[in-house]
């Protein structure tokens, strides 16, 4: 048989050195019995060139488990390996029904997954509590260890609501029953100022006053038929999205004339509201006292895109590259033009959706329509 070798490493008590214990058994005979003998090696004593050689030997995962060994290994393996980090893109926090946290590092050529569980079959081995200090000490450490430069999300399930960490670009919340506002809006305290936030779930519409949910430069609301009025009138972001909720019709005309008259939704840069079969919208009821315009020629229409933000995900079309944006848009030969600076923005009211989009802030090409004589 072969001789066995075991290598694994430990932190001093001091937390400022690392030693490196090989573990080797020989092969047991009769006149050999078994035995085992620790050989250490103080890695940070090493000449760079040296410790720059055993890291390569290591892949990405258990080097990442060393760097957690003390602050001086952490230092060494981020000067010496930060080529290995260039091409992650983000690290996500996934909170899910089985009360446990899934940890994800990840790149286009990086995928680490690891995960935090609570509880045995037998007794909790870690509280509510305890489980948010340990996954805000994780975070902590990756967030200190990878930098700014890659971006942080949080998901969760309807089980639980996450706990608030800081340094989150993107948030997707399936919210639990019987959440109060207060509550949802805690789990964004310390990191108000978000990319992209998304609210599912049992979300019954109301948020607290100045929520920051919606001061989100990007927000997708997602509400089985109860009224989006609030949400709308009071976003201050750049991009929203409604889905499965009804809007009274006074509603759409105070957003639509204080936008042309120039009195609010400075931010707004596109307006999507999906009712489904919650409500009907008239659009020449609606749009009666707007001003609209035409495109000059009938027959042409504008096609207005743009790119939604999103949780990372792999684009499987594109070669299974990770992207954090799907491409919406809107087609429409209407438009209105807002007061004192002239901006444009194509607007569309049919059946259960309306859209809204400026010309100035997103991609417009203008399209043939083929009108028979």
């Known amino acids: ?52 050689k055993i890291f390569g030997f290591l892949q990405f995962h258990p080097l990442l488990i060393l760097s957690f060994c003390s602050k001086r290994t952490r230092h060494l393996i981020r000067c010496l390996e930060i080529y290995r980090w260039i091409d992650i893109k983000y690290i996500r926090y996934l909170f899910t029904e089985e009360d446990s946290v899934y940890i994800t590092v990840r790149g286009d050529n990086v995928w680490w997954p690891f995960y935090l569980s609570p509880v045995t079959l037998e ?21 200190e260890f990878f930098g700014p430069s890659i971006d942080y999300e949080v998901d969760s399930t309807e089980h639980e609501l996450p706990p608030s960490l800081k340094n989150i670009k ?45 001061g989100a430069q990007h927000l997708r609301v997602h509400f089985d ?10 976003f201050r972001g750049a991009r929203l999205q409604v889905h499965s909720a009804k809007f009274h019709d006074s509603t759409i005309c105070q957003f639509l004339k204080e936008w042309k008259s120039n009195q609010g939704f400075q931010n707004l840069k596109s307006l999507v509201i999906n009712s489904f079969d919650y409500k009907k919208y008239d659009a020449v009821n609606l749009l009666k006292d707007m001003n609209v315009q035409q495109l000059d020629r009938p027959q042409d229409t ?3 895109t743009w790119q939604m933000r999103v949780l990372y995900f792999d684009n499987h079309l594109n070669g299974s590259t990770l992207q954090k944006s799907i491409r919406s848009g809107l087609t429409s030969r209407d438009y209105l033009i807002k007061d004192g ?12 959706d309306i859209c809204f989009a400026l010309w100035n802030e997103n991609s417009c090409e203008t399209e043939y329509i083929n009108i028979p004589h």
């Open 123 to 143: 007794q909790p081995v870690m509280t509510a509590m305890e489980k948010q200090l340990v996954v805000q000490g994780i975070h902590d450490f990756l967030y």
């Open 225 to 234: 038929g109860n009224h989006g009025d609030e949400i709308l009138l009071r």
């Open 1 to 52: 048989m072969e001789h066995l070798t075991e290598l694994y490493s430990s932190a001093s008590t001091n937390g400022t050195d690392v030693d490196w214990h090989v573990v080797h058994s020989p092969t047991q005979t009769p006149h050999n019995p078994p035995s085992s003998r620790v050989l250490s090696m103080q890695l940070l004593k090493f000449p760079s060139i040296v410790q720059q």
């Open 302 to 304: 504008l096609h207005v």
């Open 341 to 352: 600076d002239g901006v444009e923005a194509s607007v569309l009211i049919e059946d259960y």
């Open 170 to 214: 993107r948030t997707c919340i399936k919210v639990p029953g019987n959440t109060t506002a207060e509550e949802l809006e805690a789990c964004f305290v310390a990191s108000p100022n978000q990319e992209y936030i998304a609210i599912d779930g049992n979300f019954n519409g109301i948020l607290s006053t100045n929520s920051v949910i919606l």
